[in-house]
T-cell receptor
């Protein structure tokens, strides 16, 4: 069946460095993608989204890249800070179907 | 403040108890959702309500019973749960169901079934 997954379950990055979190999706018809951040004891928090008619979208310190050819989504976080430590997961959507979520990558910022 | 408030934050209940989870959204959204989050698993959609009407029941056991009295409030009534039902239960809302807009989540209720 279709699924959304992440390449790495954990990622450690030095504070101040840039981080890249990757996500592979298998439904080539998916047309909407979201990145969420979940801190300990909290619910998922929307970070950024992108539609399939775009390849790149930028937010504050974050950039999402979409490569439809290889069905790959990435989240780049610039100049990481301790507050960026969290679990990040992607979600995909096709048409009116419900969002399908990945299992998440735990990002740890090393001081 | 997430705009979606869930109570209680933590709940411990025995298998014969009856309890309810409450969710309130202050965002003016028309769709509300219940998700289950277990360790090392993707979020599992349980129920979807759009304009107070249930539009999806994702094969959830009948021991979970949702209620949506209005577009701002959502409940999940629990009875005769099993230990494997222990998880984080997340409520979410969106502008409309199926309109490709992001979900806004509450902070969840951590449920432990003993």
């Amino acid at each position: 069946g279709e699924s959304v997954g992440l390449h790495l379950p954990t990622l450690s990055v030095q504070e101040g460095d840039n981080s890249i979190i990757n996500c592979a999706y298998s439904n080539s018809a998916s047309d909407y993608f979201i990145w969420y951040k979940q801190e300990s004891g909290k619910g998922p928090q929307f970070i950024i989204d992108i539609r399939s008619n775009m390849d790149k979208r930028q937010g504050q310190r974050v950039t999402v890249l979409l490569n439809k050819t290889v069905k790959h989504l990435s989240l780049q976080i610039a100049a990481t800070q301790p507050g960026d430590s969290a679990v990040y997961f992607c979600a995909e959507n096709f048409g009116n179907e419900k969002l399908t979520f990945g299992t998440g990558t735990r990002l740890t910022i090393i001081p | 403040e997430t705009g979606v408030t869930q109570t209680p934050r933590h709940l411990v209940m025995g298998m014969t108890n009856k309890k309810s989870l409450k969710c309130e959204q202050h965002l003016g959204h028309n769709a509300m959702y219940w998700y289950k989050q277990s360790a090392k698993k993707p979020l599992e959609l349980m129920f979807v309500y759009s304009l107070e009407e249930r539009v999806e029941n994702n094969s959830v056991p009948s021991r979970f019973s949702p209620e949506c009295p209005n577009s701002s409030h959502l409940f999940l009534h629990l009875h005769t749960l099993q230990p494997e039902d222990s998880a984080l239960y997340l409520c979410a809302s969106s502008q409309e169901d199926g309109d490709n807009s992001p979900l806004h989540f509450g902070n969840g209720t951590r449920l432990t079934v003993t």
